[in-house]
């Protein structure tokens, strides 16, 4: 059997300024690939800037099959930074994990939620209130995983390793806002054994 992978998102899964072949849901192909699990390319729904209801806009206009093997969301570090009521993405982002669940044919054991990385750590945000940044997206990651924890679907936090950034340039990418191929490889290595055995 090839399994099929939808990944949902924005600038961070879509993999802003690295190569395709760095893109964590590429990387996580790969990974299982060689691991001898049949995948096939993931089919991603992201663009960078995304927020919570851009990416609800997109969906309905591509409408996606309900018959992925493993879905993945990754959603809110937008609605965050253009500052928009923390009620919205609560509300959007339960919509859109049931949405994921049901791509993954109602399947919510192949379904997860990567959290939402802390950009306040990057150069990009050194003059705009790190501390803030990482507080306010603490509350987003903190609801996003109580609803992941209501619908009993894996929530893979990332946040803490995506801190380290503040002392290692390398888990940035050049334009000194998103991660690297290095950070995207490590997030990968944090939910790779959750998603393995997802598809046993």
Request: hydrophobic share 35%.
């Amino acid at each position: 059997m090839t399994y099929k992978y939808l990944a949902l998102g924005d600038s961070y899964t879509i993999g802003e300024s690295v190569a395709p072949d760095e893109r964590w849901p590429h990387v996580l192909q790969g990974r299982l690939v060689g691991d001898g699990i049949k995948m096939e390319v993931p089919k991603i729904i992201a663009t960078t800037g995304w927020t919570t209801d851009e990416l609800q806009a997109a969906i309905d206009k591509e409408k996606p099959a309900s018959n992925y093997d493993l879905v993945s969301l990754l959603i809110g570090v937008n609605n965050q930074y253009r500052g928009y009521p923390i009620e919205q993405y609560q509300k959007e982002f339960e919509s859109l994990l049931k949405q994921s669940i049901a791509f993954a044919a109602n399947r919510v054991e192949r379904t997860f939620v990567i959290s939402i990385p802390d950009y306040g750590v990057t150069p990009f945000a050194a003059d705009k209130n790190p501390k803030k940044i990482g507080l306010e997206l603490d509350e987003y990651n903190r609801l996003a995983k109580s609803i992941c924890q209501r619908y009993k679907v894996a929530f893979i936090d990332i946040t803490p390793g995506s801190r380290k950034a503040v002392s290692d340039e390398s888990l940035v990418a050049e334009d000194g806002l998103h991660p690297s191929g290095k950070m995207y490889k490590e997030w990968v290595d944090a939910a790779y054994p959750t998603v393995k055995s997802m598809l046993k």
